[in-house]
């Protein structure tokens, strides 16, 4: 009796081979092509790091700081860039001429390039914030980085063609909402944190792998993304961090340029799990999608990139100082006040700029019925969850800080609860409201990219 049930369950799987053959055969038939390649980022221990308060310099280097470029092209739609950079974050005016040069390089219409960076917090600085300035040296090796990767990237779209295949993933278990309601009615940001109440927001732990083969089933490139602030290192001194060392150690094991972008993650963090150990879960999440991945036509390439308006917040000074002062003096055990007239030096900065308009970039790339998302900021993840909600594409995913950098973008209920990515600083000045917007408007883009 056991016998046709087995010949049936034979049947099927064979049925089920035939089908996925035949969407290989399908995606390449597409006539897709993909080149990618990584170029790395020179540093030394002279150069400033960003990503805290107080600039500092730091000894020596695990894995490699780099430019990684993804080249997609299909006739007739032409070709898309997508570049991630291990670096904390940079502007438009550093950005727009680097998208200027591989157009004129590599023949990438710049709506069609997306530069991400990876935001590690172990890399020279890129940006002016807090208690120090961008490495003009390092940002202009970041810009000539850009430009080569995306050109050997293209050089290599000669290689022949490529196959698709895609799968959502997950990594649940080392990221989490990290804006904590404490039982003082403050917002938690470092310090101790043995009174929390509960977490403010959302943790996303979507992780989508989009992987390109050739024929043969070699892998060409592979991209991921995952939503948590990209901090920690194994031993110290300059890094890409959890994710960019993840990347380069799935590189030398599958082959193949691993390319990682950072997703919506200005309220996210890893509080509690040893970068060891995060890079682990983050290659063992990876590997579990990428064995589970199925091809996907590609019936188009397609790219849509708007300039938006924003506005510099109005403030007011004494209570902004009374909020950041009340909290460095409770939570911050040495070195308080120099924190506190660290955002009294960058209010500063901003006072003469309140209800200044000033404009950035939004963008959406598909590739074929998968959309990326392109944000200008340390996006909230209750804001990039929204786009997804949204998004008339069944696989949406955010790529934060693309193509300019607006400091953080919270949603309106995180700035009535306050805390340090609300206070207002050169790493938080844009408007209440703005994040609504900037959802309403990839919004737009996203239905008009679907007709």
Known sequence: MRRPHANR???????????????????????????????????????????????????????????????????????VAIVACDVLMMRRDLLDPVTERIKSAAGIPTANILINATHTHHAPSTCTVHGYERDMIFCKRVQDAVVEAVTRADAKLADGASRFFFRLGEESS??????????????????????????????????????????????????????????????????????GLAAQELESELGGTVCFLEGASGSTHNLNVPAGEAILRVKNAVRDALGKARPLPV??????????????????????????????????????????????????????HRGEPRTTWLQVLLIGDVAVVGVPAEFFTLLGQEIKRRS????????????????????????????????????????????????????????????
């Open 174 to 243: 080392f990221g989490q909402n990290s804006r904590l309601l404490l039982e003082d009615g403050t917002v938690y940001w470092v310090g101790p944190r043995d009174d929390v109440v509960r977490p403010t927001g959302p943790f996303d732990p979507e992780l989508p792998v989009l992987a390109f083969r050739d024929p043969a089933g070699a892998m060409q490139a592979m991209i991921f993304n995952h939503s948590t602030h990209t901090i920690g290192v194994r031993k110290g001194g300059r890094s890409p961090s959890v994710y």
């Open 9 to 79: 369950t034979g049947v099927l799987a064979i049925l089920i081979t035939m089908v996925l053959w035949i969407d290989a055969a399908q995606s390449v038939a597409d006539g897709l092509r993909v080149g990618a390649a990584a170029v790395e980022l020179q540093a030394d221990d002279s150069m400033i790091i960003g990503g805290s308060i107080h600039g500092g310099t730091v000894q020596g280097q695990e894995g490699q700081l780099r430019a990684v470029a993804v080249v997609l092209e299909k006739p007739p739609f032409g070709k």
């Open 299 to 352: 019936k188009r390439l397609a790219a849509i990139k708007r300039p938006f308006t924003f506005t510099v917040r109005k403030f007011d000074e004494s209570a902004e100082d009374a909020a950041v002062s009340a909290y460095c003096k409770k939570r911050i055990a040495d070195g308080a006040d120099g924190v506190i007239e660290v955002f009294r030096k960058q209010r500063r900065a901003l006072a003469p």
């Open 392 to 451: 008339p594409f069944r696989y949406t995913y955010v790529a934060e800080l693309a193509n300019d950098w607006i400091g953080y973008v919270p949603d309106r209920k995180a700035y009535e609860l306050g805390g340090y990515q609300t206070w207002t600083g050169l790493h938080s000045y844009v408007a209440q409201g703005t994040g609504e917007d900037m959802v309403d408007a990839v919004v737009d883009m996203l239905n008009e990219a679907a007709k």
